[in-house]
């Protein structure tokens, strides 16, 4: 069957492949074999440059200029003719390095030093810090800016509900009043939190070797630094040197990552089950698109479907990274292989993580408050106003405040009638009985608007 949109396995590539195509030059197999090649030209520029490697001779400022448009300049058809010579080494890295010595074939310079292209080198040093690069690259290009998006949006939210009043809920009942924008605003600041972790994350590679000790590059210039070289190459590429490793990178930063961003995940699913209880309660409306059906049977119906499908989402795509970050860390003495079949699935957890976004975004943009709503849900519980009163009640010693207040209140609603009547009888002085006299639900969100505007 030929693959197409519709026989897709996987819906990042089927359903939902133009939401995803960003990307696609960081985590599909083109993007793996780039980054690939792009280090492989590097560790052959840093060789040459290297005065200790005479051997290998500096390059004319035309052959740089040469190695450096084919980084530029991979292409899907570069990539093809790898994975034909791989069809014969049966070995993907080797087949890059093969593809190389073919690309620069009619360029002297590279011929004379053709044998440095991999040297020193186990497959795993050129792949641990082409993933590293793949995931710098994705979070920085996509992640961030999409992630950036959603959290923007809820700080304009807050600002512009800052002073909505909001009956709260607390284990499903009537609690102490906020406001709109300030239920917003704490969603945008646990996000900002979130952000700043994984943007902070150090991506970390290692370039030593078979099993991490230089043994290759010793063996062939023993009087070398070569640790202290190999440091300034990965710290060239931007990232962080590891000096302590078996043949693999132990993936320690990734699995960091992974878990960062699963945990800005887990705030949106969060927050998505919040905004649709929102909706389901009448607070917030949803925007109508012409043309769209809400149900096949219910023609009334504006389904949330926005902050449903990012739910799923998120919730895939923190299964997807939390196996990475269970596993990734561990490999069987120096070296297994089992990692470098779930680093080919790093696509899948940022895909759906990234699907998880824009689902969340266009919810978020179709939200519209009802504060007729919000204030008819505040007029019918008057029963909030029992803590500020018991609250005052205590100032001025008065007895058993709670006890009193919880008598009048709990369980059984309570009309404003019945609470101002109520307030009329206590000893406190005139001033602080008319503040709570004059206290409604709707007035009752302390600190609640000028927190929302901070935000």
Known sequence: MTTTPLTALSPLDGRYAGKVDGLRPHFSEFGLIRNRVRVEIEWLKALAAEPHIAEAAAFSPATIAELDAVIANFSVADAEAVKEIEATTNHDVKAMEYWLKKRFADNAEVMKVT?????????????????????????????????????????????????????????GQTASPTTLGKEMANIAYRLRRARKAFAAVEMTAKFNGAVGNYNAHLSAYPDF????????????????????????????????????????????????????????????????????????????????????????????ANAVLRHFSEKLPISRMQRDLTDSTVLRNMGIGIGHTVLGLESCLRGLNKLEA????????????????????????????????????????????????????????????EADKQRLLDMTPGSYIGEAAALAKKI
Request: with cysteine; hydrophobic share 45%.
């Open 370 to 429: 009802d504060p007729a709503k919000l204030a008819a849900d505040l007029d019918a519980a008057w029963e909030v106003l029992a803590e500020p009163i018991q609250t005052v009640m205590r100032r001025y010693a008065v007895p058993n405040p709670y006890e009193q207040l919880k008598a009048l209140t709990r369980g059984t609603g309570i009309t404003k009638a019945a609470l101002q009547d109520f307030v009329k009888t206590l000893a406190i002085p």
């Open 115 to 171: 044998e440095f292209i991999h040297f020193g080198c186990t497959s795993e040093d050129i792949n641990n810090v082409s993933h590293a690069l793949m995931l710098a690259e994705a979070r920085e290009a996509v992640l961030l800016p999409a992630f950036d998006k959603v959290v923007d949006r809820f700080v304009a939210l807050a600002h512009q509900h800052a002073e909505l009043p909001m009956l709260s809920r607390t284990h």
């Open 225 to 316: 630094d070569w640790a202290a070289f190999n440091q300034r190459f990965i710290e060239s590429l931007g990232l962080v040197f590891n000096p302590y490793t078996i043949q693999i990178e132990p993936h320690d930063s990734m699995a960091e990552l992974f878990d960062a961003i699963g945990r800005g995940n887990t705030m949106l699913i969060d927050a998505c089950r919040d905004i649709w209880m929102y909706i389901s309660l009448g607070y917030f409306k949803q925007k109508l698109k012409a043309g769209e059906v809400g149900s096949s049977t219910m023609p009334h119906k504006v389904n949330p479907i926005d902050f449903e499908n990012a739910e799923g989402n998120f919730g895939v």
